[in-house]
């Protein structure tokens, strides 16, 4: 059974995506990385907002981490 997150569109649409890997697609070894935005982004024509999270490859989190536009994470 696969869930569905809602997201919402630049015009407040809503739209379903599976919680898949976005953007970069995994090495063999790696696994996703669950990452918080801190700004807004789009990524694979879907609008990820502050506060939404996503799954990442760790060198797309790492790459995005460094450009900060991902929520530092709390120790």
Excluded: C, W
């Excluded at 696969?2 to 995506?17: E, G, N, Q, R």
């Excluded at 898949?20 to 990385?33: K, S």
């Excluded at 990524?43 to 790492?62: C, N, V």
């Amino acid at each position: 059974m696969t869930t569905t997150k809602k997201a919402t569109t630049s015009d407040d649409t809503p739209t379903t995506y599976s919680p898949q890997v976005v953007g970069r697609p995994l090495r063999e070894g790696q696994t996703a990385e669950r990452v918080t935005f801190a700004h807004h982004l789009r990524i694979d024509h879907r609008d990820f907002r502050p506060g939404d999270t996503a799954r990442l490859s760790p060198d797309y989190a790492r790459q995005l981490r460094n450009s900060g536009y991902l929520a530092r994470e709390r120790a």
